[in-house]
């Protein structure tokens, strides 16, 4: 996994936990992908230091405007993706939610564009 792979999925997942638990800390996160507290700290420092998020006094994490916007960003290419592998190609939700996973990262803007179009 790259870098700009691994900070899309740690800023999805933190999108996806602020709204399924309203707040998140980096416990959850190490819950939620089964990585260790460690290497998320170390995974949030970093998403801290290039300004995606913010992490208050008492661990609680959330998203600077760039981090949110980033992490909508990736979510609706996830979704659209998975939606498209569906409901237009038929292929089954867990095969679906796997590609879109990894497509997400690299699919270009325009492809996405057309993609969505198609898809509506």
């Known amino acids: 996994m ?16 602020l709204e399924k638990k309203g707040s998140v800390r980096s416990i959850d996160i190490a ?10 700290s170390r995974a949030m420092g970093i998403l801290k230091e290039n300004d995606y998020i913010k992490i ?3 661990g609680y994490i959330s998203f600077t405007e760039s981090g949110r916007r980033l992490a909508e960003s990736v979510y609706e290419r996830h979704t659209a993706i998975k939606r498209f592998f569906i409901e237009i ?19 270009s803007d325009e492809s996405f564009e057309k993609l969505k179009n198609f898809s509506r």
């Open 2 to 17: 790259n870098k700009t792979e691994s900070r899309e999925d740690y800023l999805e997942t933190i999108l996806l936990l």
């Open 31 to 40: 819950n939620e992908l089964g990585y260790s507290k460690p290497s998320i």
């Open 56 to 58: 208050d006094s008492g």
């Open 89 to 107: 190609l038929g292929v089954s939700e867990k095969t679906a939610e796997q590609d879109a996973c990894k497509i997400e990262h690299i699919l």
